[in-house]
């Protein structure tokens, strides 16, 4: 397959120095030391709010199912359509947000986007039926899939390379933070408050989130008139979502298992047909030439399996903590905390970690943390010290935030300044999809060892196969980062 004809780093052209693609983050004609001090680490913390406001609430409403059900009458199980209308609302509109964000302005999209999932929020919490309430969803899957993709824009074209490292890590933390804030606030709210709470507090952080864009994040225009890739966006928007949707549903009995399978079939075949679409399609809507890059490539294909994680081992805890332990949701909730806190403290010591080994070595050495921490969560039990559960917690917490903050950044490190908008759109529907998988995986393995076990209730040790299970796979990142030149991505590490 030959996609070079649409790269600027096809065979026989050479990619742009690094000082051509800092400049070009920069944005034409601004100037990079202008830019450096006025936003410095603002406008990163800025779109990592935003962001977490975005995974905050694709978790936060897991614990409030039960209430929720009970006020509208409706088996808990049927709420289930709650959580996956949104998670196919963003797989759908993932793709057509990098051409959104260059016609019409990332800063102007982004802001749109912020402002539309606060008033979808507050549509959410005014919901009296299950129609209401996944209409208002899907309303917010959309303006969530605006979010994410178009603010890792701004960071990549409004922050210098020297400070790319330690921006990414104020983004990527919110996507770990969310999972495991998630639980707590969910179990606090509904504990305390009414479950439409779980929604309207989304609605403060919006409007301050809409002002803080509107006063600091920079305003960045590429100049691009092609038309929308209309048939792209249709193969790639139902591939996602049968995707996505398919996997979902592995492992649960909410729909009949020809009706999964015929998802997942149909939307590996509407990414395939994809191909050839894009071969032949001067612009289309997702770039896979981008894949010709060892650095893009090594962290889409091996992140993938990094990722499995980020949803599956949130999701496993808190079955580990509430049933397998017998804690409250709130308490569970609490002890993941540890978890964010050394996600928090990674950010400050990622930059001189990745300075000091480079990108190779750290996503070689901190998959094979990740996997063992992981595997690890399968051999707690009951009675165990909560120190122990704390300091597992706090390692992997740090640990998994270390490696997504090196796949985010070093996954740019080779990527055109035209080609940002189409990188940032394609990493973030490959993590929606790793999610996803990792979660169906956990669930996978949960159905048949509880089934080999002939088990009625949960515990502590049907839970160790599903961990061991994900820290495995999680090792498949390997065959991707070994191969890579340690020399990859220098200049933004700043290693010599």
Sequence with gaps: ???????????????????????????????SARSEGRTGLLVPMIVGAAMLIHTLDATVIANALPSMARAMRLNPVTLDLAITS?????????????????????????????????????????????????GARILQGMAGAMMVPVGRLVILRSVPKSQLV??????????????????????????????????????????LGVLLV???VPDIHADVKERLDLRGFILTGCGLAGLVYGFSNLGHDTLPPEVVAAMLIGGALCMLLYVPHARRTPHAIMDLSLLRLPSFAA????????????????????????????????IAGLLTLAGAIGALTMKAVAPPILRRFGFRTVL???????????????FLRPGMPVWLIVALLLSGG????????????FGYADVSSRQ?????????????????IGVALAAIVIQYTLSWNQDHALGAADLMPAFLVIGTLSLGGLFFFVPLDPRAGAEISGRR
């Design 1 to 31: 397959m030959d996609l070079g004809e649409r790269s600027g780093t096809a065979a026989g052209e050479s990619l742009p120095s690094g000082e051509e693609i800092a400049e070009a983050m920069l944005g034409e004609g601004r100037d």
């Design 86 to 134: 949104y998670l196919v609302s963003t797989a759908v509109f993932l793709p057509i947000s990098a051409w959104v964000a260059d016609r019409l302005g990332a800063k102007a999209v982004l802001r749109m986007a912020i402002l539309a999932f606060g008033a979808s929020s507050l549509l959410c919490g005014f919901a009296q039926t299950l129609a209401e309430l996944v």
């Design 166 to 207: 330690q921006a990414m890590a104020y983004f990527t933390m919110p996507a770990l933070l969310g999972p495991v804030l998630g639980p707590p606030v969910g179990g606090f709210i509904v504990t305390y408050w009414t479950w439409p709470w779980i929604f309207f507090i989304n609605v403060p952080m919006a409007l």
């Design 214 to 216: 509107t006063l600091f």
């Design 299 to 330: 962290t889409i294909f091996g992140g993938l399996f990094s990722r499995f994680s980020i949803g599956a081992i949130p999701f496993l805890m808190a079955l580990l903590l509430q049933l397998g332990f017998g804690y409250s949701a709130f």
């Design 364 to 378: 070689v050495v901190n998959s094979l943390l990740v996997a063992a921490l992981s595997a690890c969560n399968g």
């Design 398 to 409: 740090f640990f998994r935030s270390l490696q997504f903050t090196a796949l985010n950044t």
């Design 420 to 436: 940002l908008s189409q990188a940032s759109s394609m990493s973030t529907m490959f993590q929606q999809l790793a999610q996803s």
